[in-house]
Each structure stands twice: as C-alpha cells, then as structure tokens.
C-alpha cells in the first residue's frame, strides 16, 4: 500500500515554527520580558499587565515567564526600576541651590512623562526603585548643601517630591480620563448657566472662567515650583535655621 506523499511546504513550515519558537525560547531573558511589558503597558495604560498578555506577545507559554520573574509583583517592581533606572537629572553647571532644587522639579517630571503608564506604579509599589533613591538622595545633597538642618532637608524634601510627583500625577490622569480637556483647563459644560441658582453661589469662578479655560500646565508648574522654592529659601533667614546657618560658617 502506498504512503502519502508528505506536503514538503506545510512540513518546511511546521519545522520552521519549532525552530523559531525554540530559539525564542532560549532568548527569552528578564530584560526582555520587562522591555515588552513595558510595551503593553503604553499601549493600554488604563488595563491589567496580566501575565498570559505578556506570554502571548512574547510568543512563550505563560509558565516560561516565571524562570525570569518571581511573580506578578516582581514584574511591576522590575518594570518601574527598569524606567526610573534611565533616568538623568541634569543640574545647572553655575548657580545656588534653589536653581539645582527647581532643574531637579523640573527634570522629574520630564522623565515622568517620557514614561506616563507607569508613573501610576510609582504610587503603588510598596519598593523603591534604586534609581529614584538616588534622585531623592540627589535633591537632599541640595539641601543639606543649602545649609538646611537635617529634619528641616527632609521636610523640605518632602514638600518639593509631593508637589512635583503629585502635579504630574494629576496631569497624567486629566489625559488618561478626559483626553479632550487641556490639562489644567476646566470643561465649559460642567458649569451653571450664568442665570441659574446655582449661578449665585460661584460669582468669582463664573467671573474668571475664561481664565481657568486656558489649562497652562507648563506654566503653572514652572511658576508653582518657583514660589515653593522661594519660600523655602526665606525659611533658611528664620531664627529656627541660625545655630545651622553659624556652623556652616
């Protein structure tokens, strides 16, 4: 009895496929599976990274995954490290340290934003990623050099971080859930009619809305970051900072 003749395209194929899935397999590595997730997650910032996705868009079984990473957990905690590792904060070659304290509010939120999908990581991860300890170490060096006391840096630190995490925080949100509104801006349809009841209750807000229409985002940064460092520094001539300020003499 005779045999089929075997379909030689279709075999060449099915070897092909074996071929290419074992050399994916044997590439697959940590650096890769968190370069695609951070992929994913640009793509759909607003879903869950769920570990199937990443298997399928890396073209290994689900299983294959967990060689590089522990878990779901490990995963976030390589993907936030692998984006704020990148970053570089530069710092103005001349100047005194409220220029160093606003190029560091400014430099944050430009790396934020290269990355927007996973600034929302940041505020849930539960570690730090070494890179960003740096850059918070960086912005205390600032301080201290300032002449700031050690509990004072801190607090100063703190006030500086949440203005500059928090503001693009809420940027980053405003584009996510209301991509048609400039951030900042408030949207015409969510007020009162001028004649209405409600109308009587907000005269300053109605009298200025075509002010808040303008959103400025860049603007009222660079302004906010401006003032919050001027009064840190007029804090620095408070009685509270001489004994600092006489040893550093």
Request: charged share 25%; net charge positive.
């Amino acid at each position: 009895m005779a045999h089929p003749t075997p379909d030689a395209p279709a075999a060449a194929r099915r070897a092909r496929r074996r071929k290419g899935s074992r050399r994916s397999r044997a590439a697959l590595t940590r650096e890769r599976i968190l370069e695609k997730a951070l992929e994913l997650v640009a793509l759909a910032p607003e879903g869950d990274l769920s570990m199937r996705a990443l298997a399928d868009a890396l073209g290994v079984a689900p299983m294959s995954l967990y060689r590089h990473v522990r878990n779901k957990d490990d995963l976030l905690d390589g993907l936030t490290n692998l984006v704020v590792g990148r970053w570089v904060v530069e710092f103005p070659a001349s100047g005194g340290w409220t220029d160093g304290a606003v190029a560091w509010m400014h430099g944050v939120r430009e790396k934020l934003h290269e990355h927007p999908a996973v600034v929302p990581l940041l505020r849930t991860r539960t570690r730090y990623a070494p890179a960003l300890l740096r850059a918070i170490d960086a912005l205390l060096g600032i301080l201290r050099g300032a002449g700031f006391p050690d509990a004072d840096a801190v607090r100063a630190s703190r006030e500086i971080m949440w203005f500059t995490f928090g503001f693009v925080f809420m940027e980053i949100r405003t584009r996510q859930e209301y991509p048609e509104v400039e951030v900042g801006a408030f949207a015409i349809q969510a007020f009162p009619a001028p004649d209405s009841p409600e109308a009587a209750h907000i005269p300053h807000l109605l009298a200025l809305l075509p002010h808040f229409m303008k959103g400025e985002a860049d603007k009222t940064f660079a302004e906010g970051a401006r003032h919050l460092v001027a009064g840190l520094a007029a804090s620095l001539q408070t009685p509270s900072f001489a004994p600092a300020q006489e040893a550093t003499r």
